[in-house]
């Protein structure tokens, strides 16, 4: 059975930094593309960054420059760092399979950007 688990977020102020980590179970995690994705109130969910199996990655324009997701298959665990964090950042974020497998969603973790 798949579980991912997500941590790290927390209250931070805008500028600062917090790193996300996606701890995966039960499945052959190495041969599968990740997604960090987030869901702001009001709004729907949308995908802030993806890396494939191979270790390629792609950011929406929203992230780029600012986060960088990485992978470590041997800890079955996905990264997403996020650096000069602004409000509009804050959501509560989440990590799934890309594409998306709907019954693997998590808890997610909240991300507040505010002085």
């Known amino acids: 059975q798949v579980q991912f688990v997500e941590s790290g977020g927390g209250l931070v102020q805008p500028g600062g930094s917090l790193r996300l980590s996606c701890a995966a179970s039960?499945?052959?995690?190495?041969?599968?593309?990740m997604g960090w994705y987030r869901q702001a109130p009001g709004k729907q969910r949308e995908l802030v960054a993806r890396?494939?199996?191979?270790?390629?990655?792609n950011y929406a324009d929203s992230g780029k420059g600012r986060f960088t997701i990485s992978r470590d298959n041997a800890k079955k665990t996905v990264y997403l760092q996020m650096n000069s964090l602004k409000p509009e950042d804050t959501a509560v974020y989440y990590c799934n399979r890309d594409p998306i497998v709907p019954e693997y969603w998590g808890q997610g973790t909240q991300v507040t950007v505010s002085s």
């Open positions: 039960g499945s052959i995690f190495r041969l599968y593309a």
């Open positions: 890396i494939t199996s191979g270790g390629s990655t």
